[in-house]
């Protein structure tokens, strides 16, 4: 189940890498990549996983205008190395950009490649749940009109739709490319 939710992703950014500029511009709107302190307990409950992880996400070009943003698509994932939980996602962001600061959030379905569902063992944490509420924050500065630089919070849980529902919470960096 991990391999497979990886190399999903790794194949998804691929195949988005490689299409001519032309086709990026009509359909992807900006890749995004950053690295992330994992299972910090921020709304979480308590830290059993460590390490950092990796976060990849597309953001699509179909947009809905409100509240003065926009919502769009966006398809990502979070990679744990060292067998600690990662998961995929598919979110609908909304998003509000000034002409030097950002901020978005979303929320969207996940799954998750933990061990473990229902019993929290020694370096592992059980969410209750395979397919998991993905709930990200995004502040960030535009660097140039291509490139921004934010910081990331990530939140997922079953929302309390089984047990145990502890969470799990990733904070860190990302960098981002529009086309």
């Known amino acids: ?7 999903a992703l790794a194949v998804l950014l691929a195949l ?19 690295v992330l302190a994992h299972d910090v307990p921020i ?8 390490g950092i992880s990796f976060n990849g996400e597309v953001a699509f070009t179909p947009n809905i205008p409100l509240f003065g943003g926009v919502i769009r ?19 609908a962001r909304w ?6 600061f950002f901020f978005a959030i979303g929320v969207g379905p996940s799954i998750h490649t933990g061990d473990d569902l229902y019993t929290s063992s020694s370096g592992h944490k059980a969410l209750g ?9 995004e502040v960030g500065i535009q660097v140039t009109p291509d490139n921004r ?23 860190g960096i990302r960098l981002a490319h529009r086309f």
Not at 95 to 100: D, K, N, T, V, W
Not at 156 to 161: L, R
Request: proline share 8%; hydrophobic share 40%.
């Open 1 to 7: 189940m991990r391999f497979s939710c990886v190399a």
């Open 16 to 34: 988005t890498a490689s299409l001519p500029a032309s086709a990026q511009s009509s359909f992807v709107y900006e890749l995004r990549g950053g």
């Open 43 to 50: 709304v979480a409950g308590g830290k059993w996983e460590s």
């Open 73 to 91: 698509p966006a398809l990502g994932g979070t990679f744990t190395p060292n067998m600690q939980t990662s998961w995929a996602y598919v979110d």
């Open 95 to 100: 998003e509000y950009a000034g002409p030097l």
């Open 129 to 137: 749940s395979r397919v998991l509420f993905h709930i990200p924050l």
């Open 149 to 171: 630089v934010a910081f990331y919070y990530e939140h997922a849980s079953n929302g309390f739709t089984a047990y145990p529902n502890p969470g799990m919470d990733n904070l």
